[in-house]
T-cell receptor
Framework: DTEVTQTPKHLVMGMTNKKSLKCEQH?????MYWYKQKAKKPPELMFV???????INESVPSRFSPECPNSSLLNLHLHALQPEDSALYLC??????????????FGPGTRLLVL | KQEVTQIPAALSVPEGENLVLNCSFT??????LQWFRQDPGKGLTSLLL?????REQTSGRLNASLDKSSGRSTLYIAASQPGDSATYLC????????????FGQGTRLTINP
C-alpha cells in the first residue's frame, strides 16, 4: 500500500477562522512533508518532519503551524490566513528523510480557499 | 542554488506518437532525480526515480534517462495515449543544503485522439 491520504479534500475558511489539515500514511515512513502549490506552479516545500521532529521549516509564516503527533500522522494547523494562502496543500512521505533512493509519495491534496 | 528547467512548457501531439520531455538542472551534485505526473487539481504520482549512479529507468511505456555530468534528464513516452495527458514534473534532490526536492515548472502534455 503506497497511499497517503489527506482530509478534507476541499476547505473554505474566513481570515479569522482556525482549521486543520490532516495527512496520514501507513507505510511505516519516517519522513513527512507539507508542500504548497499555486495554480500552474510546481509544489513548494513548507515543512519536513523526520522521525516526528521538525527538521526543515522553509521560512513559512507562523499562521501555518505543523504538528506530527506520531509517525503516521501529520497535521497543518491554520489560523488567520490571508486570501493569498489559497492553494493546493500537498502532503508527502518517504521511508526516511529524502536522500539516496528515496521516493516521495504524495497525497491527493487539500484545496484551500481563504475568503 | 539548484535550478531545474523543463522544456517545452506545453506539448500537444496526436495519439500514438513517441515523445520526449526534457529536464535540466544546474548543480550536478544530486542524490537522485524523480519524474512525477500530475492530473489537474490532483496530487503527484511518482513515475520513475533515477539514482545518481544510474543512467536510466524504465516502467512500461516510460523510459527516463539521466546524464548527471551534463545536468540533463529526458522522459521518453512510447506510443502515447489520451490518458497520458497531464502535467509532467521533474525534481532533483541535491547533496548540498537541505536535501529537498527542487521541482521544474512542468510540461503540460496533451495527447489528441
Amino acid at each position: 500500500d503506497t497511499e497517503v491520504t489527506q482530509t478534507p479534500k476541499h476547505l473554505v475558511m474566513g481570515m479569522t477562522n482556525k482549521k486543520s489539515l490532516k495527512c496520514e500514511q501507513h507505510m511505516g515512513h519516517r519522513a513527512m512533508y507539507w508542500y504548497k502549490q499555486k495554480a500552474k506552479k510546481p509544489p513548494e516545500l513548507m515543512f519536513v518532519y523526520s522521525y516526528e521532529k521538525l527538521s526543515i521549516n522553509e521560512s513559512v509564516p507562523s499562521r501555518f503551524s505543523p504538528e506530527c503527533p506520531n509517525s503516521s500522522l501529520l497535521n497543518l494547523h491554520l489560523h488567520a490566513l490571508q486570501p493569498e494562502d489559497s492553494a493546493l496543500y500537498l502532503c508527502a512521505s518517504s521511508s526516511r528523510r529524502s536522500g539516496v533512493g528515496e521516493t516521495q509519495y504524495f497525497g491527493p491534496g487539500t484545496r484551500l480557499l481563504v475568503l | 542554488k539548484q535550478e531545474v528547467t523543463q522544456i517545452p512548457a506545453a506539448l500537444s501531439v496526436p495519439e500514438g506518437e513517441n515523445l520526449v520531455l526534457n529536464c535540466s538542472f544546474t548543480d550536478s551534485a544530486i542524490y537522485n532525480l524523480q519524474w512525477f505526473r500530475q492530473d489537474p487539481g490532483k496530487g503527484l504520482t511518482s513515475l520513475l526515480l533515477i539514482q545518481s549512479s544510474q543512467r536510466e529507468q524504465t516502467s512500461g511505456r516510460l523510459n527516463a534517462s539521466l546524464d548527471k555530468s551534463s545536468g540533463r534528464s529526458t522522459l521518453y513516452i512510447a506510443a502515447s495515449q489520451p490518458g497520458d495527458s497531464a502535467t509532467y514534473l521533474c525534481a532533483v534532490i541535491g547533496i548540498q543544503g537541505a536535501q529537498k526536492l527542487v521541482f521544474g515548472q512542468g510540461t503540460r502534455l496533451t495527447i489528441n485522439p
